[in-house]
C-alpha cells in the first residue's frame, strides 16, 4: 500500500549527491515491487525476487527508478558535479526516486540531463531509453529492414520506435488503437491493434522483433521472422530467451539483463539533443497523488509515461 510520510533529509557521504528531485516517472517495475506481482516471471525467479526485496513488501519503502533534478549538496571527494547541475538518474533497485530528495554515489547512474527538456521529460526517459537502446543496438538495425515492436505505446517501446525509425527502419507498432496516432507522430508507417488480431497470424515477416511485454507466442514470433532474423525479448519469461534456436534455422533469440551504464546513459542524452528521441507524457501528477498514477499504470493503456512530480 502506498502512503505519504514525511522521513528525514538525507545527508550526502564523501562521494555521493544529493539530488533535489523535481521529477519521477511510475513504471510497470515500480507497480510490480509495490504488489510483489511479477506476472512474467518463472515461478522459480518470482521466489528469488520476494526474497530478495522483501516476503512482506518491498524493504525499499520508498519506490521509484528514475529521476530528474538539481544537485544541492555533495560531499567532499565528488569531483564529477557540483551545486545546481541539473541531473536525470536511474536508482534502479536502490529505489527512492518518490521523494523530494535522493543521495546517489556520483559514480552511479546520474549524468546531466538533457538540455531541450524539462524536468517532467527527462524522468521518462532513464529507464525505459536504456532498455530500447540496449535492444535496438542487439537488433544490429540496416536502412529498409522491417522491425515490429510489440508493446511500442509504453515507456521503453515509445522509444524504441524512434530508435529503430533513427536507423532507417520500417516500423511496425503494436499496441491499442487508441496510442495510434501517437505512435506514427513517433515514426511508426504500420500500427497494428493487439486487441484485434495477433501479429504472429499476419502473413507478414520482419527482420526483427522486440517483443517488449514478453507474452506473444514464441513458436509465432519464430515463424514470423525473416531468414536471419532476430527476436528480442525485452520484459518475458528468461527461460523463453534462448541464444539460438534450430540448428537448421539461421533466425535467433536473445533475451536478459540490458546494460545499464554511464556510458549508455550519456548516449542516450547525446540522443535527445540531437532531436533524435523526444518524451512522451500521458498525464502527470503531483507527489501526493502517487495512488491515482499507479492506478493509471496498473490499468494498462497509458500512452507513454506518467510522470509525478515534487513541489519543494
Excluded at 209 to 214: A, E, R, T
Excluded at 217 to 227: A, D, I, Q, R, V
Excluded at 231 to 243: A, D, I, T
Amino acid at each position: 500500500m502506498l502512503h505519504l510520510r514525511d522521513v528525514e533529509k538525507p545527508i550526502p557521504k564523501d562521494n555521493e549527491v544529493l539530488i533535489k528531485i523535481h521529477a519521477t516517472t511510475v513504471i510497470m517495475g515500480d507497480s510490480e515491487m509495490r504488489s510483489s506481482n511479477f506476472p512474467q516471471m518463472s515461478t522459480a525467479l518470482k521466489v528469488l525476487m520476494r526474497l530478495a526485496m522483501g516476503i512482506r513488501g518491498p524493504r525499499k519503502k520508498i519506490l521509484g527508478q528514475q529521476l530528474a533534478g538539481e544537485i544541492e549538496a555533495m560531499g567532499k571527494a565528488v569531483t564529477l558535479f557540483k551545486p545546481g547541475d541539473q541531473v536525470f538518474a536511474v536508482t534502479g533497485f536502490g529505489f527512492g526516486a518518490y521523494a523530494e530528495y535522493k543521495c546517489m554515489s556520483e559514480n552511479s547512474l546520474v549524468v546531466l540531463k538533457p538540455t531541450n527538456m524539462t524536468f517532467e521529460e527527462a524522468s521518462t526517459i532513464p529507464v525505459g531509453g536504456l532498455e530500447a537502446l540496449h535492444y535496438m543496438k542487439k537488433a544490429e538495425i540496416e536502412s529498409g529492414k522491417r522491425v515490429l515492436i510489440n508493446g511500442a505505446g509504453g515507456s521503453i517501446g515509445t522509444i524504441a520506435v524512434q530508435l529503430a525509425k533513427s536507423m532507417g527502419a520500417e516500423v511496425f507498432a503494436v499496441d491499442s488503437e487508441p496510442k495510434f496516432d501517437m505512435l506514427r507522430s513517433l515514426g511508426a508507417e504500420h500500427t497494428i491493434d493487439y486487441k484485434t488480431e495477433l501479429f504472429t497470424d499476419r502473413n507478414e515477416t520482419y527482420d526483427v522483433i522486440f517483443d517488449v511485454v514478453g507474452v506473444a507466442p514464441f513458436s509465432g514470433c519464430m515463424n514470423s521472422l525473416n531468414e536471419n532474423g532476430i527476436y528480442l525479448q525485452g520484459n518475458g519469461s528468461v527461460s523463453r530467451g534462448q541464444k539460438s534456436t534450430a540448428k537448421k534455422s539461421n533466425k535467433r533469440a536473445q533475451a536478459g539483463p540490458a546494460e545499464f551504464s554511464k556510458e549508455c546513459l550519456r548516449e542516450l542524452k547525446e540522443l535527445i539533443e540531437a532531436g533524435t528521441i523526444k518524451a512522451v507524457i500521458d498525464r502527470t501528477f503531483p507527489l501526493e497523488q502517487m495512488v491515482e498514477a499507479h492506478r493509471i499504470v496498473d490499468q494498462g493503456g497509458k500512452k507513454g509515461n506518467v510522470v509525478v512530480t515534487m513541489v519543494h
